[in-house]
């Protein structure tokens, strides 16, 4: 079994036996401009490279999972809508899979595939109800009630497209307030950290650059201007971590979910984005909501990949019961 991820900047490839138990896992970083071709041809060639280190080749495979941003349909393994990557929107990705290793396909959308790979081998094992909201790349939920995933009528569930709604929002009123007051406090404590927290502050502008639009070329000077107390940097720092407190509470408030998972790009989450996430999840109880237990992704950027090899042994699964039927 295959289990793949295409992301923006990050390619990974995982090869499981047929209880899935990872035997090889391969990862490749990928230049966000990529044109569509040259990123189908990169995970072709890294799949092939995670078997051979296995001594395996396409014949072997039984099934294949690919997790990819954007929408998907559940159908045909199409990308629908994809504003992430160059020439995504309309590829019907689980063909182009299928052509190149003639086994059996599905797709789906990398958040909901996140979710999956929490709950079989992650922090969200034993969980029937659970939010994995990535903040990474960009921001996107995968979400699972009753142990089954959610994906809607034509798999937009857990899209976040409303974020934009929520740049001109007024933050001196309602939960805007809530959300801009525990920001800035976070904020506060990372920027009276001086040079010590210099490290901290520079993962969390670029763990958070989907949220605040600084990317990495600018990001020294954004760090400099934090540490030198200077407003418009701080106010850029306060505004994304904002933004994801309120995502965090409206998936919260509309799922009511036993657990919730912050997961994605965020190696120093535990620390810098979780303190703020926790206090206005924890807030929102005295509207009748009990919050949920919090925690970081066990898995962190793999989680997509286990995901879809996850999502390749259902495929298995459901094949030997058809033959059985």
Not at 7 to 18: A, F, H, N, S
Not at 34 to 58: C, G, K
Request: proline share 4%; glycine share 12%.
């Amino acid at each position: 079994m295959l289990g793949i991820d295409i992301g923006v900047y990050r390619l990974e490839v995982v090869v499981t036996d047929l209880v899935g138990t990872p035997l090889a896992t391969r990862v490749r970083q990928l230049d966000p401009t990529m044109t569509r071709p040259r990123r189908l041809r990169a995970a072709r060639q890294l799949s092939t490279a995670v078997l051979e280190d296995i001594d395996a080749t396409a014949a072997d495979l039984r099934a294949i999972g690919v997790g990819t941003p954007g929408i998907v349909d559940g159908e045909t393994g199409s990308v629908t809508f994809c504003n992430a990557m160059p020439g995504w929107s309309g590829l019907a990705l689980a063909a182009e899979v299928r052509n190149a290793f003639g086994c059996t396909v599905a797709v789906e959308n990398d958040a909901n595939l996140a979710v999956v790979g929490e709950c079989w081998k992650g922090a969200a094992r034993g969980f029937d109800d659970v939010v994995l909201l990535m903040a990474g790349e960009r921001i996107g939920a995968g979400i699972v009630i009753g142990g089954s995933l959610v994906r809607g009528k034509r798999g937009g569930t857990g899209e976040m497209t409303f974020l934009g709604m929520l740049r001109d929002s007024n933050p001196t009123e309602g939960i805007q307030e809530f959300v801009h007051t525990a920001a800035r406090r976070q904020v506060d404590h990372l920027v009276a950290g001086g040079d010590a927290r210099s490290d901290a502050v520079r993962t969390l502008v670029r763990d958070l650059e989907p949220l605040h639009g600084v990317h990495v070329g600018n990001l020294d000077t954004m760090l400099a201007s934090v540490q030198r107390g200077k407003a418009t940097a701080l106010r850029q720092l306060e505004t994304a971590l904002a933004r994801l407190c309120a995502v965090s509470i409206a998936v919260t408030t509309l799922i009511s979910p036993e657990l919730f998972v912050l997961g994605g790009r965020a190696p120093a989450a535990e620390e810098l984005i979780l303190p703020p996430i926790v206090e206005v999840l924890h807030g929102i109880s005295g509207a009748g909501v009990e919050p949920p237990q919090v925690v970081v992704s066990s898995l962190g950027e793999s989680a997509v990949a286990l995901g879809a090899a996850h999502k390749a042994l259902d495929l298995v699964e459901a094949t030997l019961l058809d033959a059985l039927a």
